[in-house]
């Protein structure tokens, strides 16, 4: 197709975009080397607004058509920040600074949508306006949320909002789309286990914490196994467990922590009245005590069914029939975009990465052959979403 076939012409340059981020990692809101990079080229595309410091370190872009007449105006986001792992790719363009990769592909998730401001820039082939939209800690941080927060959707009268993530072990040109929830809340959780400390000798002595702790664990399992609908989806894992300090001594303390994750806001409500009352009791029974702390995260993601269908036909578009799952499986990983979508309807996609490494493995590498399609279905959306009526 012409536009693939324009973006294949641009590849280098914006493969140089995303090796150069990808050198320099930075970490949640600390992206200001990368937010920096992102305004100066947004400002050499000739936008007609560049706007920095939007939910602390974020960027965005205003880029309006040759006609404005539908005052349509849509969103288009891409994440900037990278994670704490330390890179094993081997690439000449590997992190320069140990212990942060970008492990999760934000970095060609910023080079395709700067790829297509740049073409949209140039063109302005639609009616209405583009505001691209970069934004800072996705990784834990709820940049999506601070830039919510600071007026991102009012400020620039975004209606519509879109996002874009890769995905390993998808084809290479393929697009997942989902209605609906497609992506979990992500929950977490701390139990302080208070039991009476002692000599390792005379368990009777005092109450074990460790003990309680693992039938605390093995207890909350049973939450998605007996407490949830068998139809409905729910993961309760406990991933810390720290308790004392030598051998021959029981401890007094255990802490241990986790995360809960769910497709549907019912669920998340039931799940964490359970876990509460299985945690005391549970406690209780051995003669401890448990302080039980659920803290919620990133909320479910949330597709608006007519705008999946809409961007479902873009990707189509771009890609072919064949390459697009309109009713892609359900993930339990989280994604602040979410907080967009509560703002605004819009919908979540994923293109394929290929066969690499998974996603926040030390090995990742974001496939380069991917931009051009990124970058093709974000200038389709645009362009078929606000399109420019020909004269009767």
């Known amino acids: 197709m012409p536009i693939l076939n324009r973006f294949a012409e641009m590849l280098p340059e914006i493969t140089a975009w995303r090796h150069d981020f990808h050198r320099h990692p930075e970490l949640q809101y600390d992206v200001n080397r990368t937010a920096g990079r992102v305004a100066e080229l947004l400002e050499s595309f000739g936008v007609d607004e560049v706007a920095t410091g939007i939910g602390r370190t974020g960027v965005v872009g205003v880029i309006r058509g040759r006609a404005s007449g539908s005052g349509r105006v849509i969103g288009l ?51 209405g306006t583009v505001v691209v939209i970069f934004q800072p800690a996705e990784e834990g941080g709820a940049g999506g949320r601070a830039m919510v927060r600071d007026g991102l959707m009012d400020r620039f009268g975004i209606q519509e909002v879109y996002g874009l993530h890769n995905l390993p072990g998808v084809p290479v040109g393929a697009f997942g789309a989902r209605p609906g929830a497609c992506m979990a809340s992500a929950d977490g959780i701390r139990i302080v286990v208070e039991g009476v400390g002692g000599h390792a000798a005379w368990p009777h002595k005092g109450v074990d914490p460790i003990l309680v702790g693992s039938a605390i664990v093995t207890a909350i399992q049973s939450v998605a196994a007996r407490s949830v609908d068998p139809l409905q989806s729910a993961v309760v894992s406990v991933t810390q467990f720290h308790a004392g300090d030598t051998d021959n001594v029981i401890p007094p303390r255990a802490e241990l922590s986790g995360t809960v994750r769910t497709l549907d806001p019912g ?14 009791a549970t406690a209780a029974a051995y003669g401890a005590t448990a302080k039980f702390t659920y803290r919620r995260g990133y909320p479910v993601v949330v597709n608006d069914p007519s705008a999946t269908e809409f961007a479902t036909a873009v990707a189509t578009d771009v890609a072919g029939a064949d390459n697009v799952d309109g009713d892609a499986t359900p993930m339990m990983g989280a994604e602040d975009f979410a907080f967009m979508l509560e703002a605004r309807p819009g919908a979540f996609l994923f293109v394929g990465n290929g066969d690499s490494a998974g996603l926040h493995h030390p090995a990742y590498d974001f496939n380069d052959e991917v931009i051009p399609y990124g970058c093709s279905y974000w200038v389709r959306l645009a362009e078929t979403a606000m399109p420019i009526r020909q004269a009767a």
């Open 267 to 280: 669920v998340r409500d039931l799940v964490e009245g359970r876990l509460r009352d299985l945690v005391t």
């Open 77 to 127: 986001r891409a994440d900037m920040d990278a994670l704490p792992i330390k890179e094993t790719t081997g690439k000449p363009y590997a992190s320069t600074v140990p212990g942060k990769m970008h492990a999760c592909g934000h970095d060609g998730h910023s080079a395709m949508l700067l790829g297509a401001a740049r073409y949209l820039a140039e063109t302005r082939n639609f009616d």
